[in-house]
């Protein structure tokens, strides 16, 4: 690849998620480094830039608030809990899905928002939703064609919450 340094591989679409699959467990490696830029093609859907198992940049820049994501994570609004048990929630919970005790000290913020908006980014087979994905779903309800799960705001907020599961 002309240009590009040895360490910073450019990818996108779906050689970056085979790469980046295959490489969930050497993605910390030194030297290895995967980066795409979303393009939205929605105009209701801002851009963010994936870096490794990563976005680092808040989503429009928003700043999350931990008490509305925990309303979000443990309420019908995220669905989290059909598939999570959640710290502290005495509802009904799935075990399809890792429990969420300490995802904050295990994942970084940057991490989770990755994990959060498409996580079939770093796993095509996993059975999370993709909070803040519209192209490419099948059997949407016309209703909800081209709206995200999640908008930005909720994304943050979640993320916050999250952090604080140590």
Known sequence: MQGVPAQCLKLSGSALKSLAFLMSGVLGCAGFFVSESVSAQNPKLIDYQISADSVFEPLGGRVGVASRGAQIVQTRNGQCTLCHAIPGFNGQVGNLAPLLEGVGARLSAAQLRLRIINSSVL?????????????????????????????????EDVVAYLVTLK
């Open 123 to 155: 796993n095509p087979q996993t059975i999370m939703p993709s909070y803040y994905k519209v192209e490419g779903l099948v059997s949407v309800d016309p209703k909800w064609s081209g709206l995200p799960l999640m908008n930005e705001q909720q994304i």
